[in-house]
């Protein structure tokens, strides 16, 4: 009898970040907030003039390769998700991010090239923040 148990393997937020700058030409860092829940920071320039921006994403859940995370940038600021997220649609792989009511975004992670793989060969059926990476939960297909 073969005995499966559940998979874990994190990414560090620095490779994460390298590879968001390296898709959208956007310098981004994250902080650590809590086991569901990442700090992104951005640096937003609007022309006349730059803005830092730092927006909490929580995970909510994720079903298949559909990951749903709520966003909150402090009283006033949610606007400005929108608006990030327009200035770089035109780098980001089509469909990859889906604006939800309820400050809330569907990103479609099958849309990544980088990681369709993963999805071919693991059910992924959690993300979990830590102090220094990303850890993604699954089984084995």
């Not at 830092?52 to 749903?68: H, M, N, P, Q």
């Amino acid at each position: 009898m073969l005995i499966f148990y559940a998979m874990k393997a994190s990414v560090s937020y620095q490779e994460l970040q390298r590879l968001i700058a390296e898709q959208t030409q956007q310098p981004i860092s994250f902080e650590f907030v809590d086991n569901k829940t990442i700090k992104v920071l951005y640096d937003l320039n609007l022309g006349f003039m730059r803005k830092k921006v730092s927006i909490d994403l929580k995970v909510l859940d994720i079903t298949g390769t559909d990951l749903r995370v709520s966003y909150s940038a402090g009283f006033g600021l949610e606007g400005m998700v929108g608006m990030a997220l327009n200035m770089v649609k035109d780098k980001m792989p089509a469909g990859l991010i889906e604006e939800l009511p309820y400050h809330e975004l569907l990103v479609h992670l099958d849309k990544i090239d980088k990681i369709k793989p993963v999805f071919e060969r693991i059910e992924v059926r959690d993300l979990n923040m830590l102090a220094e990476a990303l850890e993604v939960v699954g089984d084995f297909k």
